[in-house]
């Protein structure tokens, strides 16, 4: 089914050079957010890592009490 | 016999308040709906004029969209200063979405989208209590919901987004500014709180704006308002 768009409340159907470059970038964001939901996951490992060394010699309840206010 | 309000209620017709004068005894005043409203007795009368209150406030557009790949409002006019927008009920037809938000100045022509055309934060907090920032000195385009990790727009039954999206002076010759307010139900179906802004980074003049998701269409209620100048 074509795409289409909203122009002030009327609907719009897109022209196909329109509906592929729409699609183009729906493309390139989806490779684009998972990139960077990448590096924020490596981000919180890394930063986790540095906690749980920074808290080792506490107890475990003290840690895991400080560690959730950090992270 | 005790004439008051309690003892004796014969106004002369429906909608009628008793309102004091300077001597005697309270006096049945009128309603009068017109151009103003006006409140009177024989005392005297004084009209409100809420057509005066609210003139400078009005609807331009009412967008209903249902997968839609956009939604745009163009010929932003200088005949007003501030716009503003009320989202309500919006949900991305995927999953794990992000909303956006990019501009025009040829009346929605083409959208800026250059990798430093836009500046943005925005802080969202989850119903965990779990506050997350996020933002972008220099960017495509401007965030406005789910970019938050584990935070995303849903698409499950009351996954849905409603707030307000604010734009000032778009058509002036500096940067125009924007404010976001966002209530949502993220794709877990976690309540989230989320309040931003940004700016597009240049001096030319705003007319055209585009709303929508990174990966797919939008569906939701759009009413753009604005604020005479």
């Known amino acids: 089914m074509a795409l289409h768009k909203m122009i002030n409340g009327v609907k719009v159907d897109l022209t196909p050079a329109e509906e592929r470059s729409v699609r183009a970038e729906w493309e390139a964001n989806k490779i684009k957010i998972a990139k960077k939901k990448e590096e924020k996951a490596k981000l919180k490992a890394e930063k986790e890592r540095v906690v749980e060394k920074l808290l080792a010699g506490l107890e475990p309840e003290e840690r895991e009490l400080i560690k959730n206010k950090l992270m | ?229």
């Open chain 2, 1 to 229: 016999m005790t004439k008051n309000a309690w003892d004796s209620p014969l106004p002369t017709a429906n909608g009628q308040l008793l309102i004091g004068q300077d001597s005697g005894p309270p006096a049945w005043a009128t309603l009068t709906a017109g151009t103003g409203t006006s409140i009177s007795n024989t005392a005297g009368g004084a009209t409100i004029n809420f057509d005066d209150a609210l003139q400078d406030f009005e609807l331009i557009a009412t967008v209903t969209a249902s997968g839609a790949s956009e939604v745009t409002f163009t010929g932003l006019s200088s005949t007003y200063d501030t716009f503003w927008i009320s989202f309500q009920g919006v949900q991305p037809t995927n999953d794990a979405e992000i909303m956006y938000l990019r501009t025009s100045t040829d009346n929605g022509s083409t959208y800026d989208s250059g990798a430093s055309d836009y500046a943005w934060s925005s802080s969202g907090t989850n119903d965990g209590g779990t506050i997350d920032p996020e933002g972008s000195s220099a960017d495509t385009q401007i965030s406005l919901a789910g970019d938050q990790s584990s935070e995303e727009l849903g698409n499950s039954t009351n996954e849905t987004l409603s707030g307000n999206l604010t734009i000032y002076n778009p058509l002036d010759t500096q940067w125009t500014k924007f404010n976001f307010n966002f209530t949502y139900l993220d794709l877990s179906g976690d309540s989230n709180s989320l309040t931003g802004g940004g700016a597009r980074l240049s001096t030319a003049d705003v007319d055209a704006l585009r709303i929508f998701m990174a990966t797919g269409t939008i569906n939701g209620l759009f009413k753009l308002y604005g604020f005479k100048a």
